[in-house]
């Protein structure tokens, strides 16, 4: 299960910390992007979280108000470029020992 959210990052530092050192959630997939590389006009980062249903709703409480869940057609779009851009690398990354 997948999670997106824009954090402004006037409070992305605390988030961060938030959420790195919570024993659940930091062991699930983190993904930290400028939220203006999916076309937000918000001074924002862009959080993924990939891993289990209960570990995506202690993320939500520790996100709290300081975040904005994506949902719908950005959220899907938001996962399709990150996903196209991990393949990228790791394609990239391939061609180094071919």
Excluded at 36 to 65: M, P, T, Y
Excluded at 72 to 81: D, T, W
């Amino acid at each position: 299960m997948d999670a997106v959210y824009f954090i402004p990052r006037q409070d992305f530092a605390d988030v961060e910390q938030a959420l790195l050192k919570d024993d659940v959630v930091s062991r699930q997939s983190l993904t930290f992007r400028n939220a203006a590389n999916f076309g937000s006009k918000e001074d924002a980062v862009c959080v993924k979280i990939s891993g289990s249903e209960d570990a995506l709703e202690k993320a939500r409480e520790l996100i709290g108000k300081k975040g904005k869940l994506i949902k719908g057609a950005e959220r899907e779009k938001i996962l399709k470029q990150i996903a196209d851009e991990e393949d990228a690398v790791a394609q990239g990354f391939g061609s180094i020992f071919e």
